[in-house]
């Protein structure tokens, strides 16, 4: 320890001369350190380096545009990609991206490779979606370059047109086996699937061209056998009332769509009224997805509280598409198989008390009508039986269900027979049932005055 006299005569001495204090202090700090042990000094020397990256790096992700980085949009990889619609409006930013989907260091958990941006002249908020990990992309890729007989890292878009299924589509056209089994969407494709949606596809290279080029269906079917959600957003899109995101566009292995508000798990301890309203919606839902009035049903295979959001304005929407299986109901009429005009209806599974949904493709591509939906949104979020474990939420959307709506509007009773009816086509029956009833429960007021006209 120094002594007084000679910290204060050290003092005395260095006043005025600011340069010979920084020297004394950057010299004891160097025998500070030339003491420390070679371990130590590794360590401090790594937290240095790593600092200065991590923090150089935040300052280049919160600076730099990387929607008109085409590495970070694997544009180089079209036509194995899902299309280049928006890719004027990324170069010229006026998307960019916003909050923690600038920091390209959270990437290795976002594994979902979903991003946040903002459109600058309309101001909403955009969802980017790479739809797949990277992994699951890396096994696309080499299945292209399996098909082309090349070696695996080989250049996917040059190689696409040179695959046996690519040679097969430029000299045949789309035709429904290339697409059979790509996806769900595709599980019993047909003409009439493959006419509307190429119909309907935005992402052809040139848009205002009614020929679809070669080029284009090549890309479409890379989409399907990656994720046929853009295929679904396209094909029907929620400009026509299909509960969907809106389809805003791609870039490269990106697609842009509308955020919608937040999962439907964060409605769980919602009040009554909110959350038979939440169900009422979505039942709705089921019911067009069913019953749309055209060619077409549409079969939820995969529903949970993380596939569905609401926004402020409390409306529900279906926001994963990607394991939805399309019927065409033409084809199904025009075949006329021993079975084709009886109702499907699903059995149920007790799946030792978890949420799951067993169903039959074969059943649902041959038949007009299917109750899956009905059964799914019963099975799986609304019933006693819905028990999502991981999200610590048992007994379903609806528990905890007042007095009046058990035995005024027998609610409890209905979603059992939706789940599991006791009697031929019950979940039918029960469905319109339980429609009307949470029409009626939405709000509490309505619902007392209901009770009393009906008691």
């Given at each position: 320890m120094i002594p007084d006299h000679v910290r204060n005569r050290r003092a005395g001495a260095n006043k005025g001369h600011p340069m010979r204090n920084v020297r004394i202090v950057v010299s004891d700090a160097a025998a500070t350190i030339r003491r420390l042990s070679w371990r130590t000094k590794c360590f401090l020397l790594s937290t240095l380096f790593l600092s200065m990256y991590i923090y150089g790096s935040l300052i280049l992700s919160l600076t730099r545009n990387h929607l008109a980085d085409d590495a970070f949009l694997q544009t180089d990889k079209c036509p194995a990609c899902y299309g280049h619609s928006l890719c004027p409006a990324f170069k010229d930013s006026q998307i960019k991206l916003k909050g923690w989907s600038q920091v390209r260091l959270l990437d290795f958990v976002n594994i979902k490779n979903v991003h946040f941006a903002e459109h600058e002249h309309l101001g909403h908020t955009m969802v980017l979606k790479k739809l797949a990990h990277d992994k699951e992309l890396d096994k696309i890729d080499e299945k292209l370059c399996k098909d082309a007989v090349r070696p695996v890292g080989c250049d996917v878009a040059r190689v696409l047109m040179r695959t046996n299924t690519g040679d097969e589509i430029?000299?045949?056209?789309?035709?429904?086996?290339?697409?059979?089994?790509?996806a769900s969407m595709f599980s019993c494709p047909t003409y009439n699937l493959i006419d509307k949606v190429l119909e309907n596809y935005k992402e052809k290279l040139k848009p205002d061209d009614p020929e679809v080029m070669t080029?284009?269906?090549?890309?479409?079917?890379?989409?399907?056998?990656?994720?046929?959600?853009?295929?679904?957003?396209?094909?029907f899109p929620s400009s026509e009332g299909w509960p969907f995101p809106e389809y805003f566009g791609a870039c490269g292995r990106f697609i842009a769509v509308s955020y919608e508000g937040d999962p439907l798990y964060q409605y769980y301890?919602?009040?009554?009224?909110?959350?038979?309203?939440?169900?009422?919606?979505?039942?709705?839902?089921?019911?067009?997805?069913?019953?749309?009035?055209?060619?077409f049903a549409l079969y939820m295979t995969d529903l949970n509280y993380e596939n569905l959001v609401v926004d402020e304005a409390g409306k529900v929407t279906l926001i994963d598409l990607e394991n939805i299986i399309v019927v065409d109901?033409?084809?199904?009429?025009?075949?006329?198989?021993?079975?084709?005009?009886?109702?499907?209806?699903?059995?149920?599974?007790e799946c030792d008390g978890k949420n799951c949904l067993t169903f039959s493709t074969e059943d649902l591509c041959s038949r007009m009508d299917s109750d899956l939906n009905y059964y799914a949104v019963c099975r799986n979020l609304l019933s006693k039986y819905a028990n999502e474990e991981d999200l610590g939420m048992p007994s379903g959307l609806l528990h905890d269900m007042p007095n009046f709506a058990v035995d005024d509007w027998d609610l409890e009773h209905l979603l059992n027979e939706c789940v599991?009816?006791?009697?031929?086509?019950?979940?039918?029956?029960?469905?319109?049932?339980?429609?009307?009833?949470?029409?009626?429960?939405?709000?509490?007021?309505?619902?007392?005055?209901?009770?009393?006209?009906?008691?």
């Open positions: 430029r000299r045949l056209g789309l035709l429904p086996k290339h697409l059979k089994g790509t080029r284009d269906k090549l890309q479409l079917y890379v989409t399907a056998i990656t994720n046929p959600e853009p295929l679904m957003l396209q094909t301890n919602a009040p009554w009224p909110k959350r038979a309203d939440l169900a009422y919606q979505i039942m709705k839902m089921a019911d067009r997805l069913t019953n749309s009035g055209q060619d109901r033409t084809a199904i009429q025009r075949l006329k198989t021993p079975v084709w005009n009886k109702l499907h209806e699903n059995s149920f599974d599991h009816p006791t009697t031929a086509e019950g979940r039918i029956k029960a469905k319109q049932q339980i429609i009307h009833a949470l029409e009626n429960l939405r709000n509490v007021e309505d619902t007392r005055d209901a009770a009393h006209r009906i008691t």
